[in-house]
Each structure stands twice: as C-alpha cells, then as structure tokens.
C-alpha cells in the first residue's frame, strides 16, 4: 500500500449526505486524502465532524453519496474497509475497558484484529515505548490520567499498525504536554511509516498541524486546501503574521451568510487593582485526591481572569469552591468582602454562574428560561419584566423568546446562559468552559459580550481549555494537577517563557518529512506541525544558518526560514514543566 | 481450537470484567440465592400453626374435647380462651389470631339429643387460600370427631363411605417439594436474563462498542463471546440452587441428575440468550434491565404452572404459558424432582427449548448490526 502511487487518492468522500429523521447532519460532503497525508476535518460541536468519520468507517451508512477507502466502497464493503484502518472513537478513551490493565486492553484490541503473535510483541513493545506506557503495564485503564488514556486509546487503535488512521477528535480536553507527545507519535507514523491520518478536531490551532484541512459548518464543507494555502489567501494580520485558521474559519463563514465578521475581541483599560476575590491556599481533597492544592490568587473589580487548564485540572473544582457549591479542604477566601464557605448564601446574591456544558432547561422556551433564572435569584416582577428585553437583544434573541431553548444553536444558547447568569445584575460572573464546542465565530461573540461586560464593572473570571482564547483575558492563571503553574498577563507570560527557551524557527519545504527527518539528529527539540517544521531555539540567528546547511547539504529544498515567537500553549507548557521539575 | 481467537478474547475479556466488579459478581450470585430462601421459606402453601382463639361459653367436657383435637393437631395453636367477642374480633382485626372459635353453652346438650350443634368459626378471609385451607382442616377434624364421638344416641350424620386418599409423589402433600423446584425454574428464567441484558448495552454507553463495530469480528463470535460467561454463570447459580434444595430444603430427588443438569444447561442457554436480546435491542442498561425484568419475572411466576397448573388456565392463559421457555422446563424441573421423569417424557419440551434459542440467538444476530444507530 505504501507503493501506491501519491496521485491516486486513499480515501475519497464524494457527494456525501447524512440525515437524521430528515435534518441533514452532513450535507453533499466531498474530499480526497492522498496517501501519507494528515488531514484534519475542523468543525465545532454538532458540525458532522463525527458523522463523517462513521461513514468513511463503515460503521453508518450514509443517506446518499458514496465513498472509497483504499478502494473499497464503505457501503458495500465494509468489513474490508475495517481491516485496514485503525479507528479511534471520540471521547477521552471511552472505547477503553476501565476494570483491565493496560496490557490487557492492548491484548483484547491484538485478538480482536487477530495480529499474529510475533508481529503483536512487536508492535506492543515499540507503541508502549513511545507512548512511555511501559511503567503502567499492570495498572487499570481506569486509574489513568486523561492524557495516559488517549495515549492507550492510540496504542489500541494502533496495535495492527493500519496504514490509515482515524482519530475523531483526538486532543480535545488533553493536557497540551501530552498533545504535544501525541503529534510526535502521529508524525513518526506519517514520515517514518507512510501511514495517512484522516483526524477531526474542533481546536482550531491543533488544525494547524494537518497538511490539509476541510473546514465543516453546519454539515457543509465551507473551505478546504492545503492548510498553509488556506492561511495565505486569507492574508496576514496586521502584524505581517499569517492569518490563524480561526480566521480562515471566520471568513468562510462570513461568506456562508453575509453577516461580516467582527474583529478579535480587543482586552479593554486595565482595570483598578481592587481586589474582589482574594483567595489563600486553597486546597480540596476528594478522599486520597488532591483536586485543588494551595491555589492562592486575587482577581480585581473589572477584570477579565482567565483560567487555563486540561480537562481534569481543578478549574472547575476552584469555580465551585468560589461560588459556594462545595466547601474546600482548607484554606481562605474572599469574593465580594464575604467569607466563602461561611457567608454562603449571601455570596450566591453578588455572583453569577454560567455551569459547564448546558444550564437552561431544553424544554423550556428562552423567555420561560430567563424568569425561572429571575425568580430562583429572588427578582421583583416588575425589575424582571424590565430586564427581559435586554437579556433578549443581549443573547440576539429579540422576538424569539417564545422558541424552545433546545432548539436554539449552541452559540446562541451560550450567549441565553450567560444573560441568565447577568440577570440578577452580579458583580462577579463565572463562567465555566462557556465556549467548549462553539463555532469559531459565535465564540468570538460571546468574547465581545464579555468584553461588554466588563467595560461595565463586572468583573469576569472564565475557565477554558482553548489556548488562543487566553490572549482576550487581562490575566490568566495556569493550573495544572490542582496547582497552580503561574499567574499574570498574557503577553507576560509568554515573554518570560520566551527568555527562557527562546524562539521558534519555522521552516517550511515542500518535502518536509525528509527536511524533518534530516534536522532531527542534529536538533532533537524539532518538531512538525503541519507541514512545517518548528524548531525551538535561543539563538536564532546562528541556528538559522546551521539549518540552511543541514538542508543545502542534504540536497534537500527549502521554501522558508522565519522566527514566529512562542505560542500561548508553549508558554503553557514551559510553565507547568517547570511546575513538575520544582516538585 | 474450538472457537477463534476473536469470540475467545471478547468472552475473556467479558469474564474479567465480571469477576473485577465485586458488586456485580455478588449479585449475580447472592440476588438468586436470596430469592430462593425467601420464597422457598416464605411461599409455602401449607398453613401450619394457624393461631387461634376460643370463646368456649359450654365448657363441658365435649366442648374441651373439641378444642383439644385442634390443639393436638399440627394446624393450630391456641393463643387465648376467651369470654368476650371484643378481643376475638380485635385479635382478627389486629391478624394476631386467623381463626375465632365459639362454642354456644347449648352444645353437648345438642350433641345429647341427637340435634345437630353448631360451632361458630370466624375465619380472617383476607387471604383466600389461607381461609380456604382453614376451613377445609377445621372440616376434618370436626368429621373426625363426629365420627369419634360414638355417643349414646348419636348417629354419625355424614357419609358412610370413608374416602381413604393417597397423594402420590407427594405423599406429604408438602407444598415445598413442590414450590422449591418450581423455584430453580422462574428463578433461572429471569435471573440469566437479567444479568445478560446489560452485556451488549454497557459497552453501547460506554463507548467501547466502536471497538466492535470497527473492527473485523464477526457478530456470531461477539454474540456468542458474550453469551458464554453469561450462560456459565447461570449454570453454576443451578448447581446452587440445587445444592440447597437437597441440603437446606430437604426435597427429595427422584429423576436423573444427568438429565436434569444438561436440560438446564439448554435452559439457561435459553434466558441468557433472550436477556442477550434484550442488551442488543435497546439503547440504555435501564430500559433493557427494566424490560427484561417485566417480561421474564411477573410471567415465570404467574404463567408457568409455578402457582396454577397450566390445563387449569384460562384459554388466554395458556396461549400465554405456551409462549415461555419457562413452562417447558418447569415440567422437566418437576417431573425430575418429583415424579422421576426424564428423556423419554420430555424430549418434546427439550426440542421446544432449542427451538427458543436458535430463535433468541438468530433475532440477536439479525439485529446486531456492526453500525451506529
């Protein structure tokens, strides 16, 4: 298979349609992938991105169209279509079985494809290697941490070594250090092993590491290309940078529906250093598990405070304790001049609350929704008839408050649960993941609605897992494992990491597997991302001449050499490494 | 090899689950060890020490003669004498007494005379068959004592013929002999069932049916993967059951074990694989548990002959009874406990058996599709 020539596509998707109960999830859906290539379908939650990879799997049929993996038609063939590719479902190793070990989940995945003993020990030895699993052989699926099962989820999906991979949103809610180690296995596989990666994610940075990219919208296929060609016809920011995906993502879809598309939010005047939540040593155990170790910070009246952390880290727990859902373990902590954990109740009158996920009731109507909001707080009658109206052009939503929230589109919803969440006039808002799963443009959105909000005196403190969207908080505070790795602004932040282990040099070529692997005995911190190749370094000048050599010698060609400085999740990363080695 | 290294991975796989899940493993053995004690000690037809109160207003010794029999019989317990009717009726009321016995003063002057004498028996009818086996004893000793009485100008006024009744292979007419196998029966109708209907759908919460559906396995190998830890725990939950009749309940055995162990073990085969249907038919453990529960506990007990014998149903009833795998073995299971029976009488109702499986097994496989939705 890996003799097959480029021009003939591995998998090719024509005219692809999926209804359910007749809303179409994915609507005449066509693309190709080439053999050897990585190619990432982005989309936000409820975009088809799933869908899609169950019919090119031959696990769903689709309602029309037809498609061909490694030549044979997934409809009609696809048992065939199953014994040659490695299919990893979505969700943080939910396809694991909790209560076996790790090398008994491997050992089920090795006798279910049948992989012959020898090849199977092999194979075994070499994924547990670099997924460095080898330590936690005997221990139960269900006692990993969240990076460990996606990385066992990899070495199930993987064990038969396919030649074409699907990974159905691979990264989401990782911990950027293991997605980091999961791009360089996915890459060794691709340059060393000549295998094809079809991914879904709905990161639009992580898409950036696709050689090509099929933007989906609304089961539509808005954009698609190479990804570097992509963000070079969307043009450069104003910094001369090339444009971001999410602003590829963001014009496609302003051309999809003639609404224009807004600028990035812009952080507003720093606010006054009056502190409104001040905590010490915060910690909460969950029996023998620490959740949140002695997290201290202050936030100040109108400020925007980020909180940046994987799945699992103790964002939410923090949230909970500072919104007087659960009381911590030990340690301080004021938020509006009370108490926590003693003024309860009286908290709860000066805070909002916007929970993960979904907080109106589905089947309610949006109007329905936000009086319940207002009696629960305790509003007069006459105070919430004034406010529901501007709650309503606040969501988007004016005239609409006779729909059922559950029909509404995820944006829009978020935008309801953030006005339900104002609706008492708070002075604090928390926000929970407010934009996990959101389309890119209704997220940018929702961050001039905070931006808003902030303007007015509210003072915001907003957790997520997206690196990019820590740039629109004032400050932001890392934490990782419970602890917290560091606290300041942005741009902060990345100076001090950048002082620290430099820039990147970026290196593009159009063989740039072969560049890659020419670079990597001579520079071991090299990495791919995309087609592109990212090399960290504290002397630019000087390693920018070695790498012209290394390329010239190896006969090799080279398109470009730039320094781009560090990225938030660098920093991130640089900063919690530095966490795990003062431990 | 007899079975390919993909059913023997899915039914390894399966078999660990099940014995790491402490909680479910003690389910799955203690929940039909504690039916079987409950209703083998609690659902016995027999009324045996029927408490019972007297307001004896002769007092005479025939009077005492009376009470004395039902005394001296195994069925009642005497727990007052009483002169009023208020504690008589409270004890009814109260069910702290079953049976309020009143002698009228005029009593051996009637039996004297050669009259008939009433006695008044106030029975608590709240339960049917209670009251009926009551008053059926309650008829027999007072004929046994007419019979005995022999008195100077009294002629015995019943029937002259005796009918001398012999129960065969119950000769004790103990229910338990009876209701104890009927139990092994309902019990490895439901249970197999129930704890088969959430191995399929589990894995379709969890998320690790993908690894089924994207991957090469057949369904017969799944299915039958599945099936066989299911099928092994029903049948070792048999042998318990079997145990414990012998040496809990003491009822006797007269058939071929042989037999009746290899019936069972198609039996079980049978409700695990409807339990296994179940699993593949709906989308959340709840509703396949739920549904299994409905469709095999309330009809084991209720049409199988485990309480009525199915020629005395209704007509309806019968089609009903003739529906369930359970009814077929309930003949087999009582047959060898009781009459002795084996191959040669119930070979029909073991072809009817396989019948349901390939039935349950082929609609499993039919409708387990290696696809999402």
Redesign the interface.
């Known amino acids: 298979m890996a003799a097959a020539p480029v021009t003939e596509p591995l998998i090719e998707a024509h005219d692809l349609t999926r209804s359910y109960r007749q809303s179409p999830a994915v609507q005449g859906v066509s693309f190709t992938i080439a053999v050897g290539e990585v190619f990432g379908l982005l989309g936000p939650d409820g975009a088809g991105k799933s869908t899609l990879m169950q019919i090119l799997a031959g696990v769903l049929l689709p309602t029309s169209g037809r498609a061909q993996v490694a030549g044979y038609d997934v409809a009609a063939e696809p048992e065939a279509v199953k014994t040659r590719i490695g299919y990893m479902p979505q969700g943080l190793g939910l396809n694991l079985y909790d209560t076996l070990s790790v090398a008994e989940n491997i050992d089920f995945f090795g006798d279910l494809r049948e992989v012959p003993a020898e090849v199977f020990q092999e194979n075994k030895t070499e994924l547990l290697r670099i997924t460095r699993l080898e330590p936690f052989l005997d221990r139960p699926a269900g006692q990993l941490s969240g990076g460990m099962r996606q990385k066992l989820a990899l070495c199930c999906t993987l064990i038969h070594l396919p030649q074409i991979i699907f990974l159905d949103e691979p990264t989401t809610g990782v911990d950027p250090i293991s997605r980091r180690d999961f791009w360089l296995i996915i890459n060794r596989l691709v340059v060393e092993r000549g295998a094809t990666v079809f991914m879904t994610t709905s990161y639009m940075d992580e898409a950036e590491r696709c050689h090509r990219v099929a933007l989906l919208h609304k089961g539509r296929i808005i954009a698609q290309g190479p990804t570097a060609t992509l963000q070079a016809e969307a043009g450069c920011d104003a910094q001369g940078r090339p444009c971001t995906l999410e602003e590829v993502f963001i014009r496609a879809m302003a051309r999809e529906s003639v609404a224009a598309a807004p600028e990035p939010a812009t952080t507003c005047a720093l606010p006054k250093p009056e502190p409104v939540i001040r905590v010490e040593n915060l910690t909460k155990k969950f029996g023998a598990f620490v959740a949140v170790d002695q997290v201290s910070f202050e936030v100040y009246k109108g400020e925007i405070f980020g909180f940046l952390g994987p799945n699992g880290a103790g964002k939410t727990t923090v949230i909970k304790i500072l919104t007087g859902i659960l009381a911590p373990t030990s340690g301080r902590g004021c938020v509006a001049g009370l108490q926590i954990g003693r003024d309860g109740s009286h908290i709860k009158v000066h805070l909002g609350y916007m929970s993960q996920k979904f907080s109106l009731y589905r089947d309610l109507s949006v109007a329905e929704n936000i009086r319940l909001y207002g009696r629960v707080y305790g509003m007069a009658r006459p105070d919430l008839n004034a406010r529901l109206p501007e709650i309503l052009s606040l969501a988007d939503l004016e005239g609409q408050g006779d729909r059922l929230a559950g029909d509404l589109p995820l944006g829009v919803r978020q935008r309801l649960a953030l006005g339900c969440a104002i609706l008492h006039r708070p002075d604090i808002v928390f926000l929970d993941e407010p934009t996990s799963g959101v389309d890119p443009l209704a997220r940018r959105k929702f961050w001039h609605l905070i931006c808003s909000l902030a303007a007015q005196g509210v003072t915001i403190m907003v957790s997520t897992h997206y690196m990019d969207e820590a740039q629109n908080c004032q400050r932001l505070a890392f934490i990782h494992h419970g602890r917290l790795a560091a606290v300041g602004a942005p741009e902060e932040l990345r100076l001090q990491a950048q002082e620290a282990i430099g820039q990147h040099l970026e290196i593009s070529s159009p063989e740039f597997g072969q560049v890659f692997l020419t670079l990597r005995p001579h520079f071991p911190q090299a990495f791919l991302h995309g087609s592109r190749i990212h090399l960290s370094t504290r002397e630019p000048e000087q390693d920018s001449d070695k790498v012209r050599q290394f390329i010239r010698r190896a006969g090799l060609p080279l398109e470009h050499l730039v320094t781009s400085p560090l990225t938030m999740e660098d920093t991130f990363i640089y900063f919690i490494q530095g966490q795990e080695h003062a431990v | 090899m007899l079975f ?3 059913l ?3 039914a390894q ?1 399966e078999i ?2 099940i014995v ?2 402490k909680l479910y493993l003690s389910l799955a053995f203690g929940v039909p060890l504690l039916l079987y004690l409950l209703f083998g000690f609690g659902l016995t037809l027999d009324a045996d020490n029927i408490p019972f109160a007297v307001i004896d207003q002769n007092r005479s010794p025939q009077s005492r003669a009376l009470v004395d029999r039902l005394v001296n019989s195994k069925y009642f317990t005497i727990k007052h004498s009483l002169d009023d009717y208020r504690p008589l009726q409270e004890g009814l009321l109260d069910g702290h007494i079953r049976l309020g016995l009143i002698i009228p003063p005029n009593f051996d002057r009637a039996l004297f005379s050669g009259q008939p004498s009433e006695i008044q028996a106030l029975i608590d009818g709240a339960f049917p068959d209670r009251a009926a086996a009551i008053l059926s004893y309650l008829d027999i000793i007072t004929r046994e004592f007419n019979h005995d009485l022999a008195l100077p100008g009294y002629r015995p006024a019943g029937p002259v013929i005796q009918v001398e009744g012999r129960a065969w292979f119950n000769p004790d007419l103990a229910s338990k002999n009876f209701i104890v196998p009927g139990l092994i029966a309902t019990n490895l109708f439901f249970y197999p069932a129930l704890l088969a209907s959430i191995a399929v759908v589990r894995e379709k919460e ?3 049916i ?8 057949r369904p017969w190998e799944y299915l039958l993967g599945k099936l066989l830890p299911y099928w092994g725990i029903g049948f070792l939950n048999f042998f318990l059951l079997a145990l414990l009749a012998h040496y809990v309940y003491h009822i006797p055995f007269r058939g071929s074990f042989l037999f009746l162990t290899l019936a069972t073990l198609l039996y079980v085969g049978v409700t695990t694989s409807l339990g296994l249907l179940m699993s593949i038919l709906f989308k959340t453990q709840v509703a396949a548990m739920l549904i299994t529960t409905v469709i095999t506990l309330i009809p084991a007990f209720i049409y199988s002959g485990f309480f009525i014998s199915v020629p005395s149903m209704g007509s309806e009833a019968q089609v009903m009874a003739h529906l369930l795998p359970v009814t077929y073995y309930m003949e087999i299971v009582r047959g060898a406990y009781l009459k002795g029976l084996g191959v040669s009488q119930y070979w029909p109702n073991l072809l009817i058996l396989l019948g349901f499986f390939a039935a349950f097994f082929g609609l499993g496989l039919r409708r387990l599709k ?4």
């Open positions: 390919s290294r993909r023997r991975a899915v796989k660990k689950e790491r899940d969890s998320g690790s993908f690894n089924i559906y994207c991957s090469p396995i290696k696809r999402v939705g």
